[in-house]
């Protein structure tokens, strides 16, 4: 005989960040990568990769300047990377509270 679940006892479903990503980054602030950003190109941090090590590797997607995604993905080594938490208001995007992945 088989014993029902209820929905409250059942494992939460959750979906990998990768899988879920905004299209457009206008009303939501985000992680982004100082190293591309100075070089003149917009991203939004998705997931952290492991590769060889645990989470040495950072995929990001490139921003057009609407804070929409292109499709274009970038990939960089993690201890390369200087993360910045891109503040947004109605107004701007502030770029501050610079995060450093440590060993």
């Known amino acids: 005989m088989e014993t029902e679940i209820s929905e409250s006892e059942k494992p939460l479903r959750v979906r990998l960040i990768?899988?879920?990503?905004?299209?457009?980054y206008l009303a939501h602030s985000f992680i982004s990568?100082?190293?591309?950003?100075?070089?003149?190109?917009?991203?939004?941090?998705v997931e952290l990769q492991?590769?060889?090590?645990?989470?040495d590797v950072a995929l990001f997607h490139e921003l057009d300047a609407g804070?929409?995604?292109?499709?274009?993905t970038i990939t960089e080594q993690i201890?390369?990377?200087?993360?910045?938490?891109?503040?947004?208001?109605a107004a701007e995007t502030g770029?501050?509270?610079?995060?450093t992945y440590l060993e």
């Open 18 to 24: 990768a899988d879920w990503y905004y299209t457009h």
């Open 33 to 45: 990568e100082r190293g591309l950003r100075i070089e003149r190109t917009t991203n939004a941090l």
């Open 50 to 55: 492991t590769s060889q090590e645990p989470f």
């Open 67 to 72: 804070l929409i995604a292109t499709g274009r």
């Open 79 to 89: 201890g390369l990377c200087v993360f910045d938490l891109a503040a947004r208001t």
């Open 95 to 99: 770029y501050h509270d610079s995060i």
